[in-house]
């Protein structure tokens, strides 16, 4: 069974700072997806990385992917309290199963 | 487009009762995801289906689920008995084509099984 972990699992940060979520998985992928969570709602997609060396930025947020490492980063830069929520990311394998990792909740202080 | 709509939103039964819940997916989508979350276990894929063919149900936790998409645009997921166990939060998501594609999220039925 392949094996997503992120960490941290919780986050809380000031407003301004930087900070980076890191996801490992345990097989080979060339694809990993990251998803926002905020409370009590769904899941939106946010990145999709589709191969190694792909970055991807919206906003305060860049993603990056490194399938050699088996790695990718959500980095976040000059948080604002509109991006606390639950952050996910998420690998399938070579068959058809897909593993969400275990999410981490970023809370961002004023 | 309405995304991936799910009924009821909430729900509340008795142990022993059946349970289904219900997913329409984004039109035009032909691959349709059962998930569960809960705090103890995250988010597990519960069962895919891709033209409107069960894919693997291999996330499936016991005999008591079962789930169907008799067409494109309709698809159930039914617990029969219901335990407290299965209390949790049971997402329907789509995509395109395939697994290894962006899915889009349903809002999600809170299922509390008392």
């Known amino acids: 069974e392949l094996k997503v972990e992120q960490n941290p699992l919780f986050l809380s940060m000031q407003e301004g700072k930087n900070y980076t979520i890191y996801c490992n998985y345990s097989?080979?992928?060339?694809?990993l997806y990251w998803y926002r969570q905020d409370p009590g709602k769904s899941l939106e997609s946010l990145f999709v990385?589709?191969?190694?060396?792909a970055v991807k930025q919206e906003g305060r947020l860049m993603a990056s992917l490194d399938t050699k490492a088996r790695l990718s980063t959500l980095h976040i830069t000059a948080a604002v309290h509109d991006l606390s929520a639950t952050y996910f990311c998420?690998?399938?394998?070579?068959?058809?199963?897909?593993?969400f990792g275990t999410g981490t909740s970023l809370t961002v202080i004023p | 487009d309405a995304g991936v709509i799910q009924s009821p939103r909430h729900e509340v039964t008795e142990m022993g009762q059946e349970v289904t819940l219900r997913c329409k997916p984004i039109?035009?989508?032909?691959?349709l995801f059962w998930y569960r979350q809960t705090m103890m276990r995250g988010l597990e894929l519960l069962i895919y289906?891709?033209?409107?063919?069960?894919?693997?149900d291999s996330g499936m936790p016991e005999d008591r689920f079962s789930a169907k998409m008799p067409n494109a645009s309709f698809s159930t997921l039914k617990i029969q008995p219901s335990e407290p166990r299965d209390s949790a939060v049971y997402f329907c998501?789509?995509?395109?084509?395939?697994?290894?594609?962006?899915?889009?999220f349903g809002p999600g039925t809170r299922l509390l099984v008392l």
């Open positions: 998501a789509s995509s395109i084509r395939t697994v290894q594609e962006t899915q889009y």
């Open positions: 097989t080979t992928s060339d694809r």
């Open positions: 990385l589709l191969s190694n060396g």
């Open positions: 998420a690998v399938g394998d070579t068959g058809n199963q897909f593993y």
């Open positions: 039109s035009g989508h032909n691959s």
């Open positions: 289906f891709n033209n409107n063919v069960p894919i693997d």
